[in-house]
């Protein structure tokens, strides 16, 4: 939890003292590998850290309390342009109640009940997976720890039975061509079998609650920005693409109880250029034209995640996620932009 100065000190008063090892990972979030340290060694860097204590630190570990409750404004708008026709224009906005019903052990029970009528603007089909993640759920009871490092469904088999409802209205056809839609359909088997599973709800369909839980539990230093790798799948090259991303302390100021934490991911140039070659070399372009097209084709995804914490709880005040994606193929665009807002109403 983040106290006065943005660090708070437990010391456990125990003849073993277990403490902590924090690695980053390549998403950017904290792994724990537990050992065990000589208690008076212990006790030595306690009271060196009692004298200096290290105000460069901040931790986000939440003081969740039984019926905790909290409401939040969610909007979600998304446009797609294909060579700059827009083809979908959506917006969907909508009121979630979020209370910690139950504690065991170390793990929350919470629910996240929608306590307003959606209002939405729909234009448009989209790509399969975000006409599936459309769907809100009136309400979802999960089980999770103060490091999001566990997550498990407590109604996942309720929440599957709307699931196949919306999968079948996202099955419905789209085109008058039937051979089309039988494509369309055999392709779409495996990907809503996966959504039509616990894992496969969190994913598709509640992306605002990995969003919400995000940052729990991770440890950084306020005076350093840290660097990661990681790969993304692309479906058109049919190839991983590294995407260079990087997390930091934008404010800390207790004074206004408010702590804000940015991420930034973009896609490496030199990477996409290779696949792209790849790409084009398999396309049977003329040997004359692959120069020109490599040259008129670009591939790029560009996303910033804003959070703003409440210090003395832990909990979100304010997540703004934006992510631009942009296909350009030789004579052929593809453009789209995502955001997601989940905004504590006072």
Known sequence: ???????????????????????????????????????????????SLLAHPDTSLVSILPAWELNDSWD?????????????????????????????????????????????????????????????????????????????????????????????????????????????????????????????????????????LQAFHYLSGVNLNKRETILFDTLIHNPLLNSPIRIHGKLYVKECNPESNTLVIVQEKNTDPEEVKKALGKFLLSSNIPEAMLQIALEKSDISMNEVSHFEFLNDKGYPRLIEISKEEVFQIYDQSKKSTEKLKIELIQ
């Open 72 to 208: 939040y404004r969610i909007t979600k708008t998304k446009k797609e342009f294909t060579n700059d026709q827009l083809l979908v224009d959506d917006s969907i906005s909508y009121i979630i109640n979020y209370k910690l019903i139950d504690t065991a052990y170390s793990l929350y029970h919470i629910r996240w009940k929608r306590i307003s009528e959606l209002t939405q603007s729909l234009k448009g089909q989209g790509r399969l997976a975000y006409r599936l993640s459309l769907y809100q759920f009136p309400e979802v009871t999960y089980w999770s720890d103060a490091n999001s490092s566990y997550f498990e469904l407590s109604n996942w088999k309720e929440l599957v039975g709307q699931a196949k409802k919306h999968a079948k209205n996202v099955e419905k056809p789209v085109t008058s061509l039937e051979n089309q839609q039988n494509i369309i359909n055999e392709y779409s088997k495996p990907f809503i079998a996966y959504y039509l599973t616990p894992a496969g709800l969190k994913d598709i369909g509640l992306k605002e």
């Open 1 to 47: 939890m983040v106290g006065s100065s943005c660090v708070k000190m437990k010391c456990l008063a125990q003849m073993t003292i277990l403490v902590m090892d924090v690695k980053t990972t390549l998403q950017g979030k904290n792994e724990y590998k537990m050992r065990l340290i000589n208690p008076i060694i212990f006790l030595l860097l306690t009271n």
